[in-house]
């Protein structure tokens, strides 16, 4: 089946300093790559939504220059959490959509900025 | 705009008894699908379910079922036969179709989500 591959699993910061969060998917063309944040038992939150090749489309309220979104190829899409502070410390996950498996998730990156 | 609606935050089974998670939904579009996930504590989503808005017939996957009811828009989960393993979040969740801008393409709108417990 279908896999998206999501790196890194967990990440530690320091405030002020990036992170970089890979979602590769392995077996098909992603065209379609959604990102989502999640808070401790609470619902997905969908960020953005990235197209192969263009900009990334940002939900309201969502900042762009904080949430930097890549899709620079049919498998591999990056968020960026550009000058990280406490307060984005959540848990973030990928997902592809492709016409022919529907919807694939990554792994999920637990990110902890201190 | 799309919503999804789970109004039960906890629920509780015993082992090898069935359960029931409720999920409603709004929308305007007539083509939509609604799909049904499992959160484990790891946080990966595991995809158990997919009812189409035009398919007449109820979904089943295994264990799974989805009760389908449309006039009043609802996908609630059956699962039959509870684990141990069962217990986690469950979130349903609804495919939304084009936007005007048409960049969003089929971006899913998840609903509170539900943690089941079971008991042994």
């Known amino acids: 089946g279908a896999v998206v591959s999501q790196h890194p699993s967990r990440v530690i910061c320091k405030s002020g300093t990036s992170v970089k969060i890979e979602c590769r998917s392995l077996d098909f063309q992603a065209t379609t790559m959604f990102w989502y944040r999640q808070f401790p038992k609470q619902s997905l939150m969908l960020m953005a939504t990235s197209n192969e090749g263009s900009k990334a489309t940002y939900e309201q309220g969502v900042e762009k220059d904080k949430f930097l979104i890549n899709h620079a190829s049919l498998t591999l899409s990056t968020l960026t959490v550009t000058s990280a502070h406490p307060e984005d410390s959540s848990f973030y996950i990928c997902?592809?959509?492709?016409?022919?498996?529907?919807?694939?998730f990554g792994s999920g990156t637990r990110l902890t900025v201190v | 705009a799309q919503k999804i609606t789970q109004t039960q935050p906890g629920m509780f089974v015993q082992e090898k008894e069935a359960v029931t998670l409720d999920c409603t939904y709004d929308t305007s579009d007539q083509s939509y699908g609604l799909f049904w996930y499992k959160q484990p504590s790891s946080g990966e989503m595991i995809f158990l379910i997919y009812q189409g808005s035009y398919d007449e017939q109820n979904a089943t996957e295994g264990r799974y079922s989805l009760n389908f009811q449309k006039a009043r828009k609802s996908a609630n989960l059956v699962i039959s036969a509870s684990q141990l393993g069962d217990s986690a979040m469950y979130f349903c969740?609804?495919?939304?179709?084009?936007?005007?801008?048409?960049?969003?393409?089929?971006?899913?709108?998840f609903g509170q989500g539900t943690i089941l417990t079971v008991h042994p």
């Open positions: 969740a609804m495919r939304g179709t084009l936007n005007a801008g048409g960049t969003s393409y089929g971006k899913l709108t």
């Open positions: 997902s592809a959509r492709d016409i022919n498996y529907g919807y694939t």
